[in-house]
């Protein structure tokens, strides 16, 4: 491993980028200075303060943590990646950009902050629009649902949080914690809709908050409501999307996708045709079970639900706009490698090209000697019941003790086959100590070649730097990527290391990427 160096004044830092220099990591203090970089690919950490940072040369690697400082990065020659705070001025000749979008500025005593975790995020057009949750309890949910939204593309973004959920949102609303934000857009009925799992006593509901601009939400509606056999929950990981289709006889219903607890454990599914603010009853989709229910749209209205039961992955299908589910088809079994400590579950992600191929990705171990660590796996429909084996999405050797989790997968609107997932890389397994970092690969063959996986986190990320859950350390249940103006736009969950009792968990997204 390479040396720490400590650059407390202006004359060590240009010592440190004298020429001929060999690469080195450049950690600043907690004040304002400048640090400058050698002409190899160097790691540089801007701690505290207004820092300046200049990387000279080399692929380098600059990480400026959150402070609410206003920083300066300057990158220079070479292929560089930054991890910056919102405020952040970042030069145009940095080459991957990521920047924080939120942060948990809530205090209620119980909660883990500062925590953000499990993003998901929607594109049409020019506009993005992610939601999170904000502020983890340790037994389940946080103290509020978040929202960034772009309108260029993903370059720039606002950010604030849901009103009238948790006794924590302002205004207040009933529930003491919340979970699992999801977000979709009924283009029909112009309407941006956020679904939401809201914890009461005694009572569990799932809620839609909705907006016209995505900046500005309502009060949230119910759309199911249940109490729990036991002392538990009575849904779980609940999924929103919209048919959209300009040739779909079903365009401007949405479609809301969950694991029903009340009774027996199943599938169902809800229906909206009026922009979220009524919604049908349920319809079984797996009276067998499952979790992760993912629903997703093709092009002529068919909708799928992809799921995760009894250690298969399997979808079912409407074709009558979600009146009624065939009898789901298997498309794989899954296994996974423990990835102990953190938290982790096979969910999968779905989504739809123009042509109306469906894409289904998830972490495996089926690839590894003795299911020895996990990879990403792809496997493909061109109608949602015949399926391709699982091909695994080639970002490292088979025989590395790297491990590879929690993809996301996205595909281009404007351009079929294209794609994007984003997932997380851990430097071996079990990860108890291990270095963890976000990564992007792309394709443009509808997964057949792949690009080389692209490194997103500038700093890798420790277990310990995580908030607890009942399941371990939470990264994140999932994570999200979108096409907007023609590139992928992917958001995630980052930590930098705690400061006291605090920790430092916020949602980024990559706002630069060439």
Not at 37 to 60: H, I, M, N, Y
Not at 362 to 384: E, K, M, Q
Request: glycine fraction near 10%; charge should be positive; charged fraction near 20%.
């Amino acid at each position: 491993m390479r040396s720490v160096v400590a650059v407390a004044a202006l004359g060590l830092a240009l010592a440190a980028g004298a020429a001929g220099a060999s690469a080195r990591d450049i950690m600043g203090s907690e004040r304002a200075e400048r640090l400058l970089g050698t002409q190899r690919a160097d790691f540089v950490l801007g701690r505290g303060g207004r820092d300046v940072v200049v990387a000279r040369g080399g692929r380098d690697r600059i990480a400026i943590e959150q402070d609410g400082a206003s920083d300066v990065v300057t990158c220079g020659s070479g292929d560089d990646v930054v991890t910056a705070d919102r405020r952040d001025r970042v030069a145009a000749d940095c080459e991957v950009v990521s920047r924080a979008l939120s942060r948990d500025v809530a205090r209620n005593v119980g909660a883990q902050h500062a925590t953000q975790v499990e993003p998901d995020s929607f594109a049409v057009g020019s506009t993005v629009v992610s939601t999170f949750q904000s502020g983890r309890f340790e037994r389940g949910g946080a103290s509020n649902v978040g929202f960034a939204t772009s309108r260029d593309g993903g370059r720039s973004w606002r950010s604030g949080f849901l009103p009238a959920i948790t006794q924590f949102s302002r205004p207040a609303g009933p529930a003491t914690a919340v979970s699992d934000p999801a977000v979709a857009y009924d283009s029909v009925h112009r309407r941006w809709l956020i679904a939401s799992l809201a914890l009461l006593p005694g009572q569990t509901r799932l809620l839609v908050s909705r907006s016209t601009t995505g900046r500005s939400w309502s009060a949230p509606i119910t759309a199911a409501s249940a109490a729990p056999t036991d002392d538990s929950i009575a849904f779980d990981k609940e999924w929103i999307t919209c048919d959209n289709g300009a040739r779909s006889p079903f365009r401007g219903h949405c479609y809301l996708a969950f694991t029903d607890l009340v009774g027996r454990d199943r599938i169902v599914a809800r229906t909206s045709t009026d922009g979220g603010a009524t919604w049908s009853p349920s319809i079984v989709v797996n009276g067998g079970g499952g979790v992760g229910a993912f629903p997703a749209v093709r092009p002529n209205g068919d909708v799928l639900v992809v799921l995760s039961d009894g250690g298969a992955m399997v979808a079912a299908r409407s074709t009558d706009g979600g009146a009624s589910f065939s009898a789901p088809v298997r498309i794989a079994a899954h296994r996974g490698a423990k990835v102990d400590p953190l938290r982790t579950f096979q969910l999968p992600s779905v989504d739809v090209d123009r042509s109306g191929t469906v894409y289904v990705t998830w972490h495996d171990c089926r690839f590894r000697t003795a299911c020895s660590s996990n990879d990403v796996v792809l496997a493909t429909s061109g109608d949602g019941v015949t399926w391709t084996d699982p091909a695994r999405v080639p970002l490292g050797r088979t025989s590395s003790k790297r491990a590879f989790i929690i993809p996301a997968v996205a595909a281009d609107p404007t351009r079929s086959g294209r794609l994007a997932i984003l997932y997380y890389t851990l430097s071996s397994l079990p990860c108890r100590a291990c270095a963890l970092d976000a990564g992007l690969v792309r394709s443009g063959t509808g997964g057949r070649t792949w690009s080389a996986g692209r490194r997103l986190s500038a700093r890798s990320m420790r277990p310990s730097w995580l908030p607890a859950t009942v399941s371990g350390r939470m990264l994140a249940d999932y994570v999200s990527v979108s096409w907007s103006r023609g590139r992928p736009v992917p958001v995630f969950a980052l930590a930098s290391e705690p400061r006291g009792t605090s920790f430092r968990e916020a949602i980024f997204a990559t706002t630069r990427l060439r």
